[in-house]
């Protein structure tokens, strides 16, 4: 019972206003903030907590991209991350990296480094896409427990209990599994100074996702990225009557 | 052009402008300077004058090393500026003085920090509670807020000064209470151990106010003696067994004073003078732990602005202070405090250029979404040209902070001018102008409380004004004097007097001097460039003017003093944003025409500004109005109030 995989994603800031490139091929990435996606800042936190409450020794932060995702990295191992892992994704295959690839280089990774538990966001802000997770588990023929808002390790299973559309689900998995974490998991730490400090001696490996025997090929193709339609001013009506005669007009009723 | 037989004739001395008796001024403002000595105590510029004039005093030996350490060239751009001269040295290329690992650290520590302030600390809160709140301070202490210049090794974060002036700028732009708080603390609080404390020191201390386990305070103001530091009551004396000092005394407006264990103390101590062999009131600074037993505080001070920052009144009644905690040499307090308080004025300059960032960007809101009369009003002159100023403004102090910043990490010694003149511009009435686009706005009335007393504490702008005016004049004066020198033996000097009298000769003719910028300024700033040239000439010329009118008695001008040192702080903003706007069309910055024009701008209001005030000093009529503003004075002091009755009569 020692090791979790964390895996962290450079996603641009939720703060900021997203633009779409003018030629619709995707959306303003250059000199944009950029920072960790929060659900994955979530999913950090939960494993520093469980190895604070030592039942797990070690915590692995995973990314995948160019050079800059190192700072996601970083930041992971401010929070208190043991050492990170990153994996070189550049040019059009980082363009084209989506869930399945993600998905293909944990699973690999899982069972290179021996890990008893992966652990990711449920989704990531950019792209929505809620896969990952899920694909890592089904490739690794682990059990999920996806949309986590509370995790109990009790001796070689983990009590997840899942925020589902009807309410809350409780379910027991055996390890090694893989979880997502939702919104209310955790209330993520702040880096502090020193943490940082301290971050910077830890390491970072590097490797490519050939020297995990995984292809980047992509089975999608992005056509057009566009803006969603402005929303259109609407009109108030003073009664009831007003109402259904406008509703009748426009032949909605 | 000259060589040959060269005699001190008059005419040689009027063509070089320099009267005869000009050899006694210097000694006349040193003696001066003695004999007011508390006169202008507080202010460095006397200490200086002091130290660097001796008139037999036990400086007399520190003088000679300082006047060896002096006759090397300073670097500093605004010594040499009082000269005429430039020294584009420290100014240009616009300073870049950390390495990749120190970049790349900073950048890691500015989101978390920020976010804790955007998200964490609550300044309404701090304001409405008049304190930090508990959990804040806690998670200010976790995240090494309270040690960010301590050494790695002693358990800071180990920040060069340009590094903390980035991190103290995100607090300015949030909170300024908690800015004095961490700023009181580790700024001044026990700067002091940092800069001249023994290893020893340093090793008992600092680990837990990095920690913000213990805090710090700064204690040097008394009830009587606030800009006259020099005049402190406080008093030190050695206790029977040789062990301790005795400390008695009480302090007021003592940032932190409620909340601090460790205090740094200025008390005075009657020593032996050695020249004189008498007894004199020298002052030391100490190291006082509250544990010591004696330290006692009074209730926090209710206050305008900055409500979240503890001020207190400290009082040391029999305080035994062991003689190892003695700050620095015996007797040199005066020193370590006018070092302290020198080394972090930056950071003031550096957090005030935040709370403009901040305050800006609310008037940017309202002035962009406020609509009256019909338009949304942004698009009303009036309000262009408030947002404009505070653009430029903000610029500006930005940029002289980042300045010194540098200047200071490449190991400059020679800063103090520029510092206070950062000090001066960032804190100045200006700011008064900043929230009132948008007075309505969230905060912006508690950044407006908050801004008021940054005129008044770390040497009241009055005071730094003084201090950087005679600091010039006295370095002009040297250069005046080694003329005069050089004048005695011209043989020996005819180079340099022939350079001198070619460029007086020139001056005069009202010929360019050869004085240029060109190679440091981008040639697309070449005429603001020029400006800045011939505002430093005429400013060169004025100083000379002044000191050869008034001599020693400019001690005493301050109606001149103010208006040299306002020129001085427009001439060095103006080389300043110069320095940046040029270094951001080099690298072909995105925003580098925007920046161009920032610079423009200022440069043309800056230059009309010094003209004035050079022209206003030569005026016969300013000097009437400086002589009718002393009367005026009188007359009110006088009454005790207006003089003039009513209109009504009643």
């Known amino acids: 019972m020692s090791r979790v995989l964390v895996g962290v994603k450079r996603v641009i800031d939720y703060a900021v206003k997203i633009r779409v490139k003018p030629d619709h091929s995707g959306v303003v990435t250059d000199g944009v903030k950029h920072s960790m996606n929060p659900f994955c800042e979530i999913a950090v936190e939960e494993a520093v907590k469980l190895k604070e409450k030592k039942f797990i020794k070690e915590v692995v932060a995973v990314s995948c991209g160019p050079t800059q995702v190192t700072e996601t990295i970083r930041t992971a191992l401010a929070m208190g991350c043991d050492r990170g892992i990153h994996v070189e994704v550049s040019g059009k295959d980082y363009e084209a990296m989506g869930p399945l690839q993600i998905a293909k280089i944990f699973a690999a990774l899982a069972k290179k480094e021996e890990a008893s538990l992966v652990i990711l966001g449920k989704q990531a802000i950019d792209d929505d896409c809620n896969q990952t997770g899920q694909m890592t588990a089904a490739l690794l023929d682990w059990p999920q427990g996806t949309f986590a808002s509370e995790v109990t390790i009790d001796g070689e299973k983990v009590k997840v209990v899942r925020e589902i559309d009807g309410g809350l689900e409780t379910i027991k998995i055996s390890m090694p599994a893989v979880l997502t974490a939702d919104l209310r998991l955790n209330t993520p730490r702040y880096a502090t100074l020193p943490n940082i400090m301290k971050a910077k001696k830890k390491k970072i490996a590097n490797m490519k996702p050939a020297d995990l025997g995984v292809d980047m090929v992509s089975r999608v193709e992005v056509l057009r990225v566009d803006e969603p339609p402005t929303r259109l001013a609407g009109v108030k009506v003073e009664t009831v009557d007003d109402l259904v005669a406008k509703l009748k007009a426009n032949g909605t009723i | ?650």
């Open chain 2, 1 to 650: 052009m000259l060589l040959g037989k060269v005699s001190l004739t008059p005419a040689l001395c009027t063509a070089l402008r320099i009267s005869p008796a000009f050899s006694g001024i210097q000694k006349q403002i040193g003696a001066a300077a003695t004999q007011n000595a508390r006169l202008y105590a507080s202010s460095q510029a006397a200490e200086a004058v002091l130290d660097k004039q001796a008139v037999g005093t036990t400086t007399a030996t520190k003088a000679a090393t300082a006047k060896k350490a002096q006759s090397v060239e300073s670097q500093s751009f605004a010594v040499n500026m009082f000269k005429g001269q430039i020294n584009p040295s420290q100014v240009f290329p616009f300073p870049s003085v950390m390495n990749e690992e120190q970049t790349q650290f900073l950048q890691e520590l500015v989101p978390p920090v920020s976010k804790f302030f955007e998200e964490v600390n609550d300044p309404a809160k701090n304001d409405s509670l008049e304190k930090v709140e508990d959990s804040t301070m806690e998670s200010l202490k976790e995240m090494g807020a309270f040690g960010l210049q301590v050494p790695q090794d002693l358990g800071g974060v180990g920040l060069t000064n340009t590094q903390y002036a980035r991190l103290v700028e995100i607090v300015g732009q949030h909170d300024l209470g908690v800015g004095i708080t961490l700023g009181a603390h580790q700024s001044i609080g026990f700067k002091g151990i940092l800069l001249v404390g023994s290893p020893a020191q340093k090793e008992k201390y600092l680990p837990k106010l990095a920690t913000g386990e213990t805090l710090a305070a700064f204690c040097l103001t008394e009830p009587a003696s606030g800009s006259d530091a020099a005049s402190i009551k406080t008093l030190a004396t050695l206790s029977p067994c040789g062990k301790h000092y005795i400390l008695n005394g009480g302090k007021i407006w003592i940032s932190n004073g409620g909340l601090a264990e460790i205090f740094t103390v200025f008390a005075k101590m009657p020593m032996m003078d050695e020249k004189t062999g008498q007894m004199k009131d020298k002052i030391t600074a100490f190291i006082v732990e509250r544990s010591f037993g004696g330290v006692t505080h009074g209730p926090p001070e209710k206050k305008m602005g900055i409500k979240a920052s503890n001020t207190a009144e400290v009082y040391f009644e029999n305080v035994p202070v062991p003689i190892e905690n003695v700050l620095g040499e015996v007797g040199g307090g005066f020193k370590v405090a006018m070092a302290i308080l020198n080394n972090g004025r930056f950071g003031m300059a550096a957090a005030l250029s935040g709370t403009m960032k901040g305050v800006i960007t609310q008037a940017v809101d309202h002035a962009a979404n406020r609509v009256q009369f019909g338009s949304k009003i942004h698009t009303y002159g009036a309000i262009q040209e408030k947002l404009a100023r505070m653009t430029m403004l903000q610029y500006v102090t930005e940029s002289m902070a980042y300045m010194i910043s540098g200047n200071m990490d490449s190991g400059s010694k020679d800063y103090h001018i520029e510092a206070a003149i950062s000090k001066i511009f960032a804190s100045t009435d200006i700011l008064w102008l900043f929230p009132v686009v948008c007075i309505q706005g969230s905060g912006v009335e508690r950044v407006m409380r908050d801004l008021r007393i940054f005129r008044i504490f770390e040497g009241t702008n009055d005071i730094l004004r003084l201090f950087v005016a005679l600091n010039g004049f006295q370095d002009a004066g040297k250069h005046l004097k080694s003329l005069q020198k050089a004048l005695k033996n011209p043989l020996g000097n005819a180079g340099l007097l022939a350079g001198e009298i070619t460029k007086r000769a020139k001056r005069t003719a009202g010929l360019s001097t050869g004085l240029t910028l060109q190679g440091s300024v981008h040639p697309e700033l070449s005429h603001s460039g020029n400006l800045a040239v011939k505002a430093i000439e005429h400013f060169g010329v004025t100083v000379e003017d002044m000191l050869l009118k008034h001599g020693k008695n400019i001690l005493h001008e301050q109606f001149v003093l103010k208006r040299v040192a306002d020129s001085a702080i427009d001439l060095y903003a103006m080389v300043v944003v110069l320095s940046r706007a040029s270094r951001s069309l080099s690298q072909g910055h995105a925003s580098a025409q925007h920046e161009k024009i920032l610079c423009e701008t200022w440069c043309i209001e800056a230059y009309d500004r010094i003209m004035k005030n050079v022209k206003d000093l030569k005026s016969s009529s300013t000097t009437q109005v400086f002589k009718n503003m002393k009367a005026i004075s009188a007359a009110v002091v006088e009454n005790g109030g207006i003089v003039a009755p009513h209109p009504l009569g009643f």
